[in-house]
Every structure is written in structure tokens, then in C-alpha cells.
């Protein structure tokens, strides 16, 4: 496993984050949210890979609408993502997590 400290957009990385972002703001959303937690769990899966998880379902399409809107709410650098680091193959890979640092 790979662990990046933070979620910091560093220029020379050229690549787009906001996923990730949203993904951040999604994951804060649990603690307010109790009850709701299949809509951000299918909102977590569909933003990490659109047309996984159906956005119909509860509140999914919302929950994506609000982190579009409001991932640059939260500080990238409390997060850290535990990231796969073997070769890239169709079956048997290591989820990503997102976590939290208070």
C-alpha cells in the first residue's frame, strides 16, 4: 500500500484532485448523516467510478451535487488516501480509502 499524506495539489503533479476532493467532503458527511449512509457510500463509489452505483437510489445524486459544490470547503491537507501500489490488473486490486486526520 501506498500512503500519500495529503490531498495537496502541488503544481507539478498535473493532475486533477477534485474527485478526490469531493471524495474528502463526502467522507465528512457520515458523521451528520447516520442515517444516510448507503446514499454516500453508492455517491463514494459512483464519483470513483461513474455509472457504478446507481444514482437514483436515496439521496445519491444529491450527495454528488453537494460535493461538486462544496469539496473546496474542506483543508486537503487533513486527509491522507492509503493507495494500491502492485500493477494494474482488470481483478484482485487493493481499494483506495480515504481517511480523515482531525
Known amino acids: ?29 457520515f458523521a451528520s448523516h447516520t442515517s444516510d ?3 454516500l457510500e453508492y455517491a463514494l463509489g459512483n464519483l470513483m467510478n461513474p455509472g457504478s452505483e446507481p444514482t437514483a437510489y436515496g439521496d445519491v445524486q444529491t ?6 459544490l462544496n ?6 491537507n487533513s486527509f491522507q488516501i492509503e493507495a494500491n501500489v502492485g ?4 481483478t484482485g486490486q487493493v481499494q ?3 481517511i480523515h486526520i482531525p
Open 1 to 29: 500500500m501506498l500512503h500519500f499524506n495529503v490531498l495537496t495539489h502541488q503544481a507539478n503533479w498535473h493532475v486533477d484532485c477534485s474527485a478526490y476532493d469531493e471524495a474528502g467532503w463526502l467522507t465528512m458527511q
Open 37 to 39: 449512509y448507503v446514499s
Open 63 to 68: 450527495r454528488l451535487d453537494q460535493a461538486a
Open 71 to 76: 469539496y473546496k470547503t474542506i483543508d486537503p
Open 87 to 90: 500493477p494494474a490488473t482488470p
Open 96 to 98: 483506495e480509502f480515504i
